[in-house]
C-alpha cells in the first residue's frame, strides 16, 4: 500500500505537460505548492501566477520564458539534474503570468507558495546559486542553493541536494514544524525525487518525536513526498545515486531547524 505521503507521476504527461502536481489543497496544508512538467520541442506552458509567487526550475533541457514585463531567451545549462551544474531559475511574483516554451525536451519544475512584497521577475542564472558540500564522511551531500533566504522573494525556499550512493542527508534527521522562532520556523516541505539508474530508489523516513507519525518510504525515480510535520531523513542505496528538489514555505520565510536530540551527537563527533 502506497503512503499518502508520497504523490507518483503520472506514466503520461497531462496535455498541458504535467506530470505531477500538489497544490495546498491536495497536500491539507497552507502554504507549499509544486508541479513537475515534462515538455517535447516546441511545446509551451503557460499559466497565470494570480496570488502566489512561482520559481520555475529547468530541471533539465534548453527554453525561453517570458513574463509579463521580462523575457529571457535560449536559457538552460544542462540536459539532466545529474550533469551535477546549477540549473536556469526564473522567479516570477504575484499577480503576472508566464510563458515558457520547450527548445528541447524540458523538465520543468514550478515551485509556489503565497506572493506578497514587490519583487520583479527576474532570472536566477547558474552563477546566482549557491554551491556548497554539506556534513562529511557518509553525511556529506552536494547542495545547492536556488532561492535561499537571502535572495528576494516573500515566501519561496528552493534548494537542490545531491546524495551520492550509501550516504545519507537531511541528515541527522531535522524537523521545521514549529512557528517558535528564534529557535524552530514552520515550514512545509516538498521532496522531488530522481534516482540514478532509474530503476533504484531512496529511503526517506518521516516521523515525529511522539511517533503519531512514523513512516519509512521507499521513493521511486520521479516521485515527490510531502513533509507536513516531523523529521526528515534520507538515504541513497548502495548503486544508486539520489536527487531531490526541496520547496518550502511558512509563515516567515526563513529555514531554522531542530534536530532530533536522539542523533544530534553526531554533530559533536
Given at each position: 500500500?502506497?503512503?499518502?505521503?508520497?504523490?507518483?507521476?503520472?506514466?503520461?504527461?497531462?496535455?498541458?505537460?504535467?506530470?505531477?502536481?500538489?497544490?495546498?489543497?491536495?497536500?491539507?496544508?497552507?502554504?507549499?505548492?509544486?508541479?513537475?512538467?515534462?515538455?517535447?520541442?516546441?511545446?509551451?506552458?503557460?499559466?497565470?501566477?494570480?496570488?502566489?509567487?512561482?520559481?520555475?526550475?529547468?530541471?533539465?533541457?534548453?527554453?525561453?520564458?517570458?513574463?509579463?514585463?521580462?523575457?529571457?531567451?535560449?536559457?538552460?545549462?544542462?540536459?539532466?539534474?545529474?550533469?551535477?551544474?546549477?540549473?536556469?531559475?526564473?522567479?516570477?511574483?504575484?499577480?503576472?503570468?508566464?510563458?515558457?516554451?520547450?527548445?528541447?525536451?524540458l523538465e520543468?519544475?514550478?515551485?509556489?507558495?503565497?506572493?506578497?512584497?514587490?519583487?520583479?521577475?527576474?532570472?536566477?542564472?547558474?552563477?546566482?546559486?549557491?554551491?556548497?558540500?554539506?556534513?562529511?564522511?557518509?553525511?556529506?551531500?552536494?547542495?545547492?542553493?536556488?532561492?535561499?533566504?537571502?535572495?528576494?522573494?516573500?515566501?519561496?525556499?528552493?534548494?537542490e541536494v545531491?546524495?551520492?550512493?550509501?550516504?545519507?542527508?537531511?541528515?541527522?534527521?531535522?524537523?521545521?514544524?514549529?512557528?517558535?522562532?528564534?529557535?524552530?520556523?514552520?515550514?512545509?516541505?516538498?521532496?522531488?525525487?530522481?534516482?540514478?539508474?532509474?530503476?533504484?530508489?531512496?529511503?526517506?523516513?518521516?516521523?515525529?518525536?511522539?511517533?503519531?507519525?512514523?513512516?519509512?518510504?521507499?521513493?521511486?525515480?520521479?516521485?515527490?513526498?510531502?513533509?507536513?510535520?516531523?523529521?526528515?531523513?534520507?538515504?541513497?542505496?548502495?548503486?544508486?545515486?539520489?536527487?531531490?528538489?526541496?520547496?518550502?514555505?511558512?509563515?516567515?520565510?526563513?529555514?531554522?531547524?531542530?534536530?532530533?536530540?536522539?542523533?544530534?551527537?553526531?554533530?559533536?563527533?
Amino acid at each position: 500500500m502506497t503512503s499518502k505521503l508520497i504523490v507518483p507521476a503520472a506514466q503520461q504527461p497531462a496535455a498541458d505537460g504535467s506530470v505531477l502536481v500538489i497544490t495546498p489543497e491536495s497536500a491539507g496544508w497552507q502554504y507549499v505548492g509544486f508541479q513537475a512538467v515534462r515538455l517535447s520541442a516546441g511545446q509551451v506552458f503557460r499559466a497565470e501566477t494570480g496570488d502566489r509567487e512561482v520559481c520555475l526550475v529547468l530541471l533539465g533541457g534548453m527554453a525561453s520564458v517570458r513574463t509579463a514585463q521580462a523575457e529571457w531567451p535560449e536559457i538552460g545549462a544542462r540536459m539532466s539534474v545529474f550533469d551535477k551544474i546549477p540549473p536556469y531559475s526564473v522567479y516570477v511574483p504575484g499577480g503576472d503570468h508566464y510563458e515558457v516554451t520547450a527548445l528541447t525536451e524540458l523538465e520543468l519544475a514550478v515551485c509556489s507558495a503565497p506572493a506578497g512584497g514587490d519583487y520583479p521577475a527576474r532570472l536566477i542564472g547558474p552563477e546566482q546559486v549557491g554551491v556548497e558540500v554539506r556534513g562529511s564522511g557518509s553525511m556529506e551531500r552536494l547542495v545547492q542553493n536556488i532561492l535561499p533566504e537571502g535572495e528576494p522573494a516573500h515566501s519561496l525556499l528552493v534548494v537542490e541536494v545531491f546524495t551520492p550512493e550509501g550516504n545519507w542527508s537531511s541528515y541527522p534527521p531535522h524537523k521545521h514544524d514549529r512557528d517558535a522562532l528564534p529557535d524552530e520556523s514552520l515550514l512545509e516541505e516538498t521532496y522531488y525525487f530522481h534516482v540514478q539508474p532509474e530503476q533504484g530508489f531512496a529511503i526517506q523516513r518521516v516521523y515525529t518525536d511522539d511517533r503519531s507519525l512514523d513512516e519509512t518510504l521507499a521513493v521511486k525515480d520521479g516521485q515527490a513526498v510531502l513533509v507536513p510535520e516531523g523529521y526528515h531523513p534520507v538515504a541513497a542505496p548502495a548503486g544508486y545515486e539520489v536527487y531531490y528538489l526541496n520547496v518550502m514555505a511558512g509563515p516567515t520565510r526563513t529555514w531554522k531547524f531542530h534536530n532530533d536530540p536522539d542523533h544530534e551527537w553526531m554533530l559533536r563527533k
